[in-house]
Nanobody
Framework: QVQLVESGGGLVQPGGSLKLSCVAS????????MSWYRQAPTKKREWVAL???????RYGDSVNGRFTISRDNAKNTVYLQINSLKPEDTAVYYC????????WGQGTQVTVSS
């Protein structure tokens, strides 16, 4: 059974940092490109970052150098390091695995507030 389980979200003050994790199971993790998306209340889901099977990273325009995506194939895990958090980063963050098919996790809530 395919599973993607995100963790690491929470309440953080503006300027703070978080590291999100997504643990995969049930498929060949190393063969899939992994992405992070986020969805804020009343907004469409937004692509944030991608890491390919060759460890090439790409980022959405809204990231502005504050996000870093990485993967550990030995642990079947993809990470998203978020620095200098802003209130507008408040959203549910989802990981996605994609090859010819795609899988999604249930998301982890990130709330940036003082």
């Amino acid at each position: 059974q395919v599973q993607l389980v995100e963790s690491g979200g929470g309440l953080v003050q503006p300027g703070g940092s978080l590291k999100l994790s997504c643990v995969a199971s049930g498929f060949t993790f190393s063969a899939y490109a992994m992405s992070w998306y986020r969805q804020a209340p009343t907004k469409k889901r937004e692509w944030v970052a991608l890491i390919t099977t060759y460890d090439t990273a790409r980022y959405g325009d809204s990231v502005n150098g504050r996000f870093t995506i990485s993967r550990d194939n030995a642990k079947n895990t993809v990470y998203l390091q978020i620095n200098s958090l802003k209130p507008e980063d408040t959203a549910v963050y989802y990981c996605q695995a994609r090859r010819w098919d795609e899988y999604w996790g249930q998301g982890t809530q990130v709330t940036v507030s003082s």
